[in-house]
């Protein structure tokens, strides 16, 4: 669900980033504003937080939503007492290198409601519902992050489109490494989801999975999406499933040890519909249409 | 805050019916050997048009001395593997793969890792006019010019690819906008360029690696009257070449971070190299050059 405008008002607040600025590092003709305290990023630029950032309430900590915005985290961790979101994109091509930074603590670690963000370099754990929400976004560009010990999800694609995702460790979460839900032509590659509580990888619209009282859209489900070099492990239930009507999805490399609680590999659709599953290596399927 | 309390309290319910449901059918449900492939793809085994949605698989090698392109996809919807094959051409005519404007949607995969099967020794190694495809997995390599070109291809993605001893260059994203490039690419001891953003905006380069290029890694120029502007080059790894990342007069907004240029075997002209005045719109920061072009504005 997208953030109301009413709601937004509410915690997009009060203290403007560039209130907090105490000194500025210029590179070449640019300046780096300095970020020392949660707030929103309201003018494009260049910044980087300097401190550990702490943050209480439903709000979001840092808030980016101007277009073109440069914000290097620098290694430092967002932190929360419980709620809110660790950072909030709103605005367009939002480039966040976290730089081995954390998001910890919040409901959701990191919300992209813009388009063309690319965010690297980070782990979103601990969050008590969703490392990443990919919120409506088209076009961004996650890499190189682990997404673990969420509550629910690691990743959550929610009406997201033309994303990629790759270079991941989706571990331990509670129902979903990644849960993909009406969201089309995303390009996921290279990780590995393990140890999450329903599935490793899951394309449907049932916050329970598959066979969870039956895919919630039907006939609106997440298509043409590409999957490849993926390991889906020791998952409660499947490694990677699709539900119905998820269809034209190009599922490539996945490799499955026999060791998740019911399919390795699960495609609710009549002989895989239009998916596509090759190069995979599976104990067990629910149907044959996977092909190795 | 996006997730409404009623929702996940009906996850939550749910979910303990699902356990109790699933780990029950996981009993009753005995494992299932290995199944036996039910989506057969169309085999190539000669160059041919591509003109109807489907799965396709080259799945032996295929040689040819074709002034055209070898397979040239040009109906949407097209899923094309090459695991099992390639395509080698004569060495100085022709095209691998062109993807022709219109083939939306196109999906060429080869391994699951860069060094697969090879599209070598054509003209161009691979084409795309089209945009919105996800090309990955093979060897683009030995071809008179190119290896892989973009042209007009907005929104493409790259990925799991190498791109070596091409006669200019590697990868050329010509005219394009919002490519992405990103895990395992390997552009290497090509003639001129590694990469080459020529006129090319809103590119990812994500995690690339060029070395041993004859005049530049990677060449961010201007085409005509169309900049190469807004590109986005992050943790590149580019080394033994005279150039690191060169950008020509005329780009702006472009922005190189967490690059590095190391282990000049040849006489270095400069690892970061800006042409614009005091690198005008441009950001570099936090990269490791040792030689920098100009050293004011290139960090």
Request: with cysteine; aromatic share 6%; glycine share 14%.
């Amino acid at each position: 669900m997208s953030i109301s405008t009413s709601r937004l008002s509410r915690w997009v607040v009060a203290l403007p980033v560039a209130a907090s600025l105490a000194f500025s590092s210029s590179v070449g003709a640019v300046t780096f504003k300095p970020i020392k305290k949660c707030g929103t990023i309201s003018t494009a630029g260049y910044y980087k937080v300097t401190k550990t950032l702490t943050f209480q309430g439903s709000g979001a900590c840092l808030v980016i939503a101007a277009d073109n915005v440069t914000l290097n985290i620098d290694g430092h961790s967002l932190k929360s007492s419980g709620g809110g979101t660790g950072i909030s994109i709103t605005g367009a091509n939002a480039f966040v290198d976290f730089n081995d930074g954390t998001v910890t603590g919040f409901a959701i670690g990191i919300e992209d409601d813009g388009s063309g963000a690319v965010v690297q370099n980070f782990t979103s754990s601990n969050n008590t519902d969703t490392g990443i929400y990919v919120n409506g976004a088209s076009g961004s560009t996650f890499g190189g992050f682990g997404a673990n010990n969420n509550t629910n999800h690691g990743i959550h694609l929610r009406r997201a489109n033309n994303n990629i995702l790759h270079n991941m460790a989706l571990k331990d979460n509670g129902s979903f490494g990644l849960w993909a839900e009406l969201s089309s032509n995303n390009v996921i590659n290279n990780f590995v989801a393990n140890n999450n509580g329903i599935a490793g990888v899951y394309f449907g619209c049932s916050s329970s999975g598959p066979a969870g009282g039956g895919p919630a859209c039907a006939g609106a489900n997440s298509g043409s999406n590409v999957v490849t070099s993926t390991g889906d492990d020791n998952n409660g239930f499947y490694g990677l499933a699709i539900d119905l009507d998820s269809e034209a999805n190009v599922i490539d490399g996945a490799e499955q040890s026999n060791n998740n609680g019911a399919d390795d590999s699960y495609d609710a659709n009549t002989n895989c519909g239009t998916n596509l599953w090759f190069n995979e290596t599976h104990g067990t399927t629910n149907q044959p249409c996977t092909r190795e | 805050m996006m997730k409404l309390e009623d929702e996940r309290m009906t996850k939550m319910h749910c979910r303990t019916l699902l356990c109790g449901f699933l780990v029950a059918l996981a009993l009753l449900i005995p494992l299932r050997p290995r199944t036996a492939r039910a989506i057969a793809p169309t085999l190539i085994t000669q160059c041919q048009t591509i003109d109807t949605p489907g799965f396709y698989e080259i799945e032996t090698a295929i040689v040819t001395s074709t002034v055209g392109p070898c397979i040239d996809i040009t109906g949407s919807g097209v899923t094309l593997s090459i695991e099992g094959g390639g395509l080698t051409g004569d060495g100085s005519h022709g095209t691998g793969i062109r993807i022709e404007h219109g083939a939306i949607g196109t999906v060429i995969q080869g391994w699951l890792q860069a060094g697969g099967p090879p599209v070598n020794s054509f003209n161009i190694g691979v084409e795309d006019d089209e945009g919105g495809s996800v090309i990955s997995g093979f060897e683009a390599s030995h071809n008179a010019t190119t290896g892989i070109l973009l042209s007009h291809a907005d929104g493409d993605t790259i990925m799991d690819v190498t791109a070596a001893n091409n006669g200019h260059d590697g990868i050329h994203i010509m005219q394009t906008t919002g490519a992405r490039l990103d895990s395992n690419i390997y552009v290497d001891n090509n003639g001129t360029y590694g990469l080459w953003l020529d006129g090319a905006a809103n590119t990812l380069l994500d995690r690339v690696e060029a070395s041993g290029n004859g005049t530049t890694n990677l060449e961010i120029s201007t085409l005509g009257a169309t900049a190469s502007n807004a590109n986005l080059v992050y943790n590149a790894n580019l080394h033994d070449a005279p150039n690191g990342v060169v950008i020509e007069q005329g780009s702006g907004n472009n922005r190189v971070t967490r690059t590095g240029a190391y282990k000049g075997a040849h006489a270095k002209v400069a690892d970061g190299s800006d042409a614009n005045p005091l690198c005008g719109s441009n950001v570099w920061f936090n990269n490791k050059f040792t030689k920098r072009k100009p050293t004011s504005c290139i960090h």
